[in-house]
Nanobody
Framework: QVQLVESGGGLAQAGGSLRLSCAASGRTFSNYAMAWFRQAPGKEREFVGGIRWDGGNTYYADSVKGRFTISRDNAKNTVYLRMNSLKPEDTAVYYC????????????????WGQGTQVTVSS
């Protein structure tokens, strides 16, 4: 099991940027594929993007492609989500998640989750 703690959420204006961080502890971080999900009120948790254990491949939902960038620093046991050109519809609680193996896009396939960080984008 790996413990995950997100940070960096907050309030941004439409068109602005935020960077989320997710710090991991407990297991060998480089053994895990990492992903970001988000959940808006009244909606299901949705996949935002993911990154392979070595950072060699990244995957994004169509809704964020070209605006969001996922990266990781295995020496710091941290994964990042850089969010540019934010839109009000990006407002949600953002979660990072970890799993052994490949990046997958369904929330139930991830066993380790952070507590989430709120991102609010005003118009």
């Amino acid at each position: 099991q790996v413990q995950l703690v997100e940070s960096g959420g907050g309030l941004a204006q439409a068109g602005g940027s935020l960077r989320l961080s997710c710090a991991a502890s407990g297991r060998t971080f480089s053994n895990y594929a990492m992903a970001w999900f988000r959940q808006a009120p009244g909606k299901e948790r949705e996949f935002v993007g993911g990154i392979r254990w070595d950072g060699g491949n990244t995957y994004y939902a169509d809704s964020v492609k070209g605006r969001f960038t996922i990266s990781r620093d295995n020496a710091k046991n941290t994964v990042y989500l850089r969010m540019n050109s934010l839109k009000p519809e990006d407002t949600a609680v953002y979660y990072c998640a970890a799993r052994r193996g490949v990046v997958l896009s369904r929330a139930y396939e991830y066993g380790d989750w952070g507590q989430g960080t709120q991102v609010t984008v005003s118009s």
